[in-house]
């Protein structure tokens, strides 16, 4: 079929000052949404969930990561190193990360490509243009541009301009949110988003506070609305099956109390935990899963089940 729903995509992307910090552009992504999409993941997240499979996407602010299996211990990231953050202890290298300006000189030096920075500042105009690459993959799947994180209402101006831009144009837009936003800010969105990828963590508070270090009143607050304004079938939830955290029966119970509420929501996502540390010693940070195990086949079945009881559409994975 000819690709012509975008007639309107050769009309200039205007030059925003305002610019985003992006940390990955994905392309023909199929599990972010329907049809064939670009996945942009966003930097920031207030959100710190002790299994965040994107721990580059936490910090606003450039990463520093280092890929051990990549160096040969020539030691020149630690000789050109401005604030002197990098040294060797024997052949381990010691990154002290704290006063590590993040300025990149030793990504240029580094001539394996041990070290890396991950984010990146993009204007909208600069974003647009990689977004629109792919248009003709939309048009004929089905498909559109999904933005995911981090956590990309961390970034609500930059955000706010990209999803004008998109709907100007025709592209169809999935957010992936744990929607934990202002609800002013989640409200001046929620209209220029068509799918709304929503995560449900944990339904009792004090374990939401433990977990994912802040409340779930705001992400019950802002799913409600949506359901309000007649926006539950632009929901898809999605619960991260977590051993022993999430995929308790007093959480699972919880939420099957839940879903009868949210009308118009007929589909889940539940996505199961893998262990995810090496991003986490890449990155010097602190993994706080280790010796938890993937969940097992018959546990995600029987989740599943369960949910499909409660009249949802149900997919493990995304």
């Not at 409600?224 to 632009?234: D, F, Q, T, V």
């Not at 262990?275 to 086949?297: I, N």
Request: glycine share 8%.
């Amino acid at each position: 079929m000819p690709a012509i729903l975008h007639s309107k995509k050769r009309i200039k992307t205007p030059n925003h000052p305002i610019k985003g910090v992006i940390f990955d552009i994905e392309r023909y992504a199929i599990h972010d949404g329907p049809g064939i999409r670009t996945t942009v993941f966003m930097k920031g997240c207030p959100l710190r969930c002790w299994w965040c499979h994107n721990p580059e996407g936490i910090e606003i602010s450039k990463n520093l990561i280092y890929f051990e299996y990549k160096c040969i211990r020539c030691k020149k990231c630690a000789e050109v190193c401005p604030t002197k953050v990098i040294s060797f202890e024997g052949e381990k290298q010691v990154i002290n990360r704290a006063y590590c300006s993040r300025c990149g000189v030793c990504v240029e030096y580094c001539p394996t490509g041990a070290l890396r920075l991950v984010g990146y500042e993009i204007t909208v105009h600069e974003l647009m243009k990689e977004i629109e690459k792919d248009i003709l993959l939309y048009d004929r799947s089905g498909g559109g541009v999904t933005f995911s994180g981090g956590e990309p209402l961390a970034q609500p101006s930059f955000l706010k301009e990209v999803l004008k831009e998109c709907k100007r144009i025709g592209i169809h837009v999935a957010l992936d949110t744990a929607g934990y936003a202002p609800s002013e800010i989640f409200r001046s969105l929620a209209n220029d988003v068509d799918l709304f990828l929503y995560d449900i963590k944990l339904l009792d508070d004090k374990e939401h506070k433990k977990y994912t270090g802040v409340s779930n009143e705001l992400i019950k607050k802002n799913l409600a609305y949506l359901i309000e304004k007649g926006r539950g079938g632009s929901v898809i939830l999605r619960f991260p099956v977590i051993p022993g955290i999430t995929d308790t029966e007093k959480n699972l119970n919880e939420l099957l109390v839940l879903i009868p509420k949210l009308k118009g929501v007929n589909e889940i996502d539940i996505l199961p935990f893998h262990d995810v540390s090496e991003k986490y010693d890449r990155l010097g940070m602190e993994y706080r899963m280790k010796g938890h195990s993937a969940p097992t086949k018959e546990r995600l079945s029987y989740i599943k089940e369960k949910l499909e009881e409660a009249g949802l559409y149900v997919k493990i994975g995304g």
